[in-house]
């Protein structure tokens, strides 16, 4: 293939060619999180009961141990 050239090797001209070229270039968490309004969930039982899953896809136990954690935590307190 010659038509095609490394991230790293990055020109002006094809930087601004399409909008698709931003797929290829590095971003942090953080500022993908900032580009996208991504704020920090400070309650996430209230994503409990949200969705249905699958019968036996682990989802159930995994939300009720987070539970217990949640639980127990609050009680130590």
Known sequence: MTDTMRVE???EEVAGA???????RFVSVEDLAK???????????A???TWPGEDGDGCDE????LRRAVREKTRGR
């Open 62 to 65: 995994a939300l009720n141990e």
């Open 47 to 49: 994503l409990f009961n």
């Open 18 to 24: 399409s909008p698709a070229w931003s797929f290829w």
């Open 35 to 45: 580009s996208q309004d991504v704020v920090p969930m400070h309650n996430v039982e």
């Open 9 to 11: 090797e990055e020109s």
